[in-house]
């Protein structure tokens, strides 16, 4: 991938108000090239008392080379808050993007083309209630080429699509409580999605296209300080998502719940900051049940995952993290379709060192 962006501000007045502008152009291509290993040899294992084996095992032989892609874009957008009394703003903002894809399906065929140019938007009032309570509601909306990510997009999810377009209504709070030792903030917000695309649970190398699916939320986020060293960072999430227009084999899924969207997800951390050198951390996820296929016939439990984490700041330059992930060594499947389940991460310790230079 190589591209280049550049940004404009500009701080000033308007009518005798605060302005803040921002402009934007971001130009980039990606090309990407893929080489399958799926060649219809599959191996089959006991799940509880499994050999992992080696990969050559499976005589696949050489890796040949598949689908090639490569997005071109170009982007524009411009941003400003324009202050309308001492405590109101205004915020708006407008995008463009133009795409030129092109997919070559396997060495030496014919490529494929397509071009796409999207607007999107937003409109927004912020009010400060005072120095630690602040107020906004926004209305803004979202355009995308069919398939989302292009890069590895096939014929399959790019022929005989529609644009994909949504809009989102979201109004919430910010602010700082006893002594500004906690912060929070609130949002409520009502999403519209239409014309984007889902895996067909009964083949899964084809896709559909859902007509339209909502979703209304809300979301809590705290954080706060016991002591100057020890503080709790916290959020939990409440989702109601449905299909409103979508046929599958026929029938209608509408009022369906999409597969794979819990409507509760919460988590919770306890971090401590004991010197300037160290971090220690330890934390909590709970993910909630959620149905493995459109017609909800099918789903996946909830599950808890305890997570930990210590980091040593060695110098300016060099940070020592030791993470370990799934502390309870939870059986959990992530995300599930009609015919296959996911399973998550077993236990695991991770060390990482994360130079800056």
Do not use: C
């Not at 400060?128 to 909306?141: F, G, K, R």
């Not at 060293?229 to 999430?237: F, L, Y």
């Not at 017609?295 to 305890?306: E, G, I, K």
């Amino acid at each position: 991938m190589t591209g280049d962006r550049i940004e404009l501000t500009h701080n000033g007045e308007l009518f005798n108000q605060r302005s803040d502008w921002a402009f934007g152009l971001d130009y980039n291509v990606n090309h990407h090239t893929g080489f399958p290993t799926s060649s219809g040899v599959f191996d089959v294992i006991d799940p509880f008392n499994f050999d992992p084996g080696n990969f050559s095992d499976l005589g696949i032989g050489a890796l040949q080379q598949g689908r090639s892609n490569r997005v071109e874009m170009l982007s524009a957008f411009i941003e400003n808050r324009q202050g309308l009394t001492n405590r109101l703003s205004l915020v708006t903002a407008l995008r463009y993007d133009h795409i030129d894809f092109r997919l070559i399906k396997s060495p030496g065929s014919t490529a494929t083309t397509s071009q796409w140019d999207t607007f999107s938007g937003r409109v927004g009032l912020v009010f400060d209630l005072n120095d630690d309570v602040s107020v906004y509601s926004q209305y803004s909306t979202s355009s995308e080429p069919p398939g989302g990510t292009l890069t590895t997009s096939s014929n399959s999810t790019i022929d005989n699509f529609d644009i994909s377009k949504g809009r989102q209504i979201e109004i919430g709070a910010k602010f700082n409580y006893l002594d500004d030792r906690g912060s929070a903030t609130i949002a409520a917000y009502h999403i519209v999605r239409e014309n984007f695309l889902v895996r067909d649970p009964n083949d899964n190398s084809q896709f559909l296209q859902v007509g339209q699916q909502t979703s209304k939320g809300i979301e809590l986020a705290s954080s706060f300080e016991f002591t100057s060293k020890i503080r709790a960072d916290g959020n939990i999430a409440f989702v109601n998502a449905e299909y409103d227009q979508f046929f599958e084999g026929g029938v209608s899924r509408a009022g369906n719940t999409p597969s794979n969207v819990p409507k509760r997800v919460a988590n919770l951390w306890l971090i401590s900051e004991p010197s300037l050198d160290w971090d220690l951390g330890i934390g909590t996820r709970y993910v909630d049940s959620v149905k493995a296929n459109n017609a909800n016939t099918q789903y996946l439990p909830p599950y808890t995952l305890f997570d930990a984490y210590a980091r040593y700041r060695v110098d300016s330059h060099l940070d020592v993290t030791l993470r370990g992930r799934n502390l309870s060594d939870k059986l959990y499947a992530y995300v599930g379709s009609g015919t296959q389940y996911y399973v998550g991460e077993p236990r695991s310790v991770e060390l990482t060192l994360d130079l800056k230079y």
